[in-house]
């Protein structure tokens, strides 16, 4: 087996067995062999085994050297002395000879690794980036025993001084004037530490104007890497100690350095986490929609209409599928509007029987009917000052629909058995899952009250035209009922996403909540299925023939522009392009399979045959 004795700029020495067919080798910590140098690219070198040799290739930027010369890719040879940068490995092909013990000359990398450990312990305890940037520093000038350092990060062009302190660990004011300009920026070019032991009187800096107007003496700067590019410095000096630092100086602090880079990152990763947490917490209190929860554009629409509308005190439609949310809705118009502090009352139109209805809205006076011990007010009266929400409005029958129109006009209600009108001060807000404009064209839905009640629409979009907002919804509600169950459900399989994208939820979110909660309540395991959602190849609409596919896609295409003409088939015909005859069968067709016969059939007796296909044709 081969091996590679690695001995970093530091001087520490240890053997690597080359056991993987190829082995990285580079100053980043995900690398098979990680090289103590941080003007080293990240993966610098690949040695590969192709079964009988082994071959080293540069990575990137890297420069590499074999037995002194320069090359870009070599086959290594037994005792094949590589140079890396400024670390040194030699390649053996058999069993290396013992390693011999780390010289006295690595001390300071010792104590910088101590001091380390100590840095890392008292980073526990901070609490935000500057103190952790303080707490650095401190522990830098005590491994250097320098009077002074500075860690400066460059934000963009411009040195940005983050931290100055002294040995008393005391904050230095006027920073920025306090540093060489000269010297950062040779660290900042070259991305090599530098020590100079008498600024004032070296032939390399003397000409300075920075270097002599501060009467610089001991000077140690080393750069912070990220990913291969300068951070930032860490800088230190003394100036009334000449030649105060040397070689191990500066080796414990490159040391120290490539260690307190990765510290920096990760600790302005987190501070910019805790930014960015605190600005979302900020735009949540300022723009929180309760629970409603979607990103999707059509979402957005619906929130941008809610903010619109809130503040007003118009009637609003809101018009969608059975499950999409309109009572949410209707509740956050409210929670956003001038009568927040009065009641939001909710009424189902459809789900109170109509003998009941009247007396439920408007309330009854004692003895109005059997059973009517006592006079009792109706969701009207106790909505006043408040909202009342009318839910499946479309359902209401007709003859209370006009009583509904009398009340809204004249803002007063009469109770069942009484003469007297009552005064309401009230907001409405109604919802219907029909489609009203066509329920009014059946003769079952009042115009005068559909546009009493659509001073402003707000369309709810069915679950399968949201996209990504079912997953969303999905693991809000996870999130919510594994809260409530105690359960150890924490997220999906990626399987169960695809399934959730591709079923159409009949139910809407309702649908989708009941599902999730289910899953979530049953749930053995931290990542819920597919399965556990019952949701299964059955459960997916069948793939229609393309020819099938496209007639139903005609069809409905077709009703949409009669839809969009009020029913005109000539205009229709004319911007679709087709003979109006087309239009003609088309109604034909449908009216056949609504009335469950056969295109062209003869109409079965007492049937007049007056469909929409034959009616008179709009001006």
């Known amino acids: 087996m081969a091996f590679l004795r690695v001995r970093n700029p530091d001087g520490t020495q240890r053997d690597v067995a080359l056991q993987k067919r190829i082995t990285s080798l580079g100053r980043g910590p995900e690398n098979d062999v990680e090289v103590a140098d941080p003007a080293l690219p990240e993966t610098a070198l690949h040695i590969h085994f192709d079964g009988r040799d082994y071959n080293a290739a540069c990575h990137g930027s ?95 062009g411009e040195i940005s001084v983050k931290a100055a302190r002294n040995l008393a660990r005391e904050n230095i004011e006027d920073a920025v004037g306090r540093v060489s300009d000269s010297i950062i920026q040779k660290v900042r070019d070259t991305r090599r530490p530098v020590v ?30 990220q990913k291969g590019d300068v951070l930032g410095v860490l800088y230190l000096g003394n100036d009334s100690v000449v030649s105060l630092f040397d070689g191990k100086d500066l080796e414990a602090l490159t040391v120290f350095t ?97 003998s009941l209805l009247e007396s439920e809205l408007f309330g009854h006076a004692k003895g109005a ?64 899952n029909r489609v009203l404009e066509e329920e009014i064209a059946a003769g079952r839905f009042r115009e005068d009250l559909y546009y009493r009640l659509h001073v402003v629409s707000i369309q709810l979009p069915p679950l399968r035209e949201r996209g990504d907002d079912v997953v969303v919804l999905a693991r809000w509600f996870l999130q919510r009922h594994a809260r409530e169950f105690g359960s150890r459900a924490r997220g999906f399989v990626p399987g169960a996403l695809v399934a959730m994208r591709k079923y159409a939820w009949p139910g809407n ?32 609409a069948p793939v229609l023939p393309l020819a099938q596919a496209a007639e139903e896609f005609r069809k409905r295409y077709i009703n949409e522009v009669l839809e969009r003409n009020g029913g005109n088939r000539t205009k229709t015909a004319k911007e679709l392009g087709v003979d109006p005859r087309t239009v003609f069968r088309h109604l034909e067709r449908m009216e056949a399979e609504r009335r469950g016969r056969e295109p062209g059939a003869e109409p079965p007796p007492g049937d007049g045959g007056e469909g929409g296909a034959g009616g008179e044709e709009s001006p």
Request: glycine residues 8%.
């Open 62 to 156: 890297a420069v590499m050297t074999v037995n002194g010369r320069r090359k870009t890719a070599a086959r290594l040879a037994d005792g094949d002395r590589i140079g890396l940068g400024r670390a040194e490995i030699a390649f053996t092909a058999g069993e290396p000879p013992p390693l011999r013990l780390v010289t006295p000359a690595a001390d300071g990398r010792v104590e910088a690794m101590r001091s380390l450990v100590r840095f890392s312990e008292r980073l526990l305890a901070a609490s935000d980036l500057h103190r952790m940037l303080d707490e650095l520093l401190d522990a830098a000038l005590e491994v250097t025993h320098a009077d002074k350092g500075f860690l400066i990060l460059f934000d963009g």
């Open 196 to 225: 100079v032991a008498d600024a004032l009187h070296d032939a390399d800096w003397s000409s300075s104007s920075s270097v002599v107007n501060l009467k610089l003496c001991s000077v140690m700067c080393a750069p912070l890497m």
């Open 258 to 354: 490539a260690q307190a880079s990765l510290l920096v990152q990760n600790a302005m990763f987190l501070e910019g986490l805790r930014r960015e947490n605190d600005a979302l917490k900020e735009a949540m209190a300022t723009r929180q929609y309760g629970e409603i929860v979607g990103t999707g554009p059509s979402m957005r629409e619906v929130l941008r209409r809610i903010e619109k509308v809130a503040g007003t005190d118009v009637s609003v439609l809101i018009s969608g599928e059975t499950g999409t949310g309109k009572e949410l809705v209707a509740r956050e118009i409210h929670r956003r509007s001038p009568r927040a502090g009065g009641p939001f009352v909710a009424v189902n139109c459809g789900a109170i029987p109509e």
């Open 369 to 432: 009917f059997t059973g009517a011990v006592a006079s009792r007010p109706g969701k009207f009266q106790a909505a006043s000052g408040g909202t009342l929400f009318l839910d499946e409005v479309g359902d209401m029958p007709l003859s209370l629909q006009v009583k509904l129109l009398r009340a809204l006009q004249e803002r007063a209600v009469t109770k069942v058995g009484d003469t007297r009108p009552e005064p309401v001060d009230i907001r409405v807000l109604a919802a219907s």
């Open 509 to 540: 979110i309702r649908e989708l909540e009941n599902r999730v909660k289910k899953a979530v309540l049953l749930a053995d395991r931290p990542l819920v299925a597919a399965e556990d959602l019952d949701l299964g190849p059955e459960s997916f």
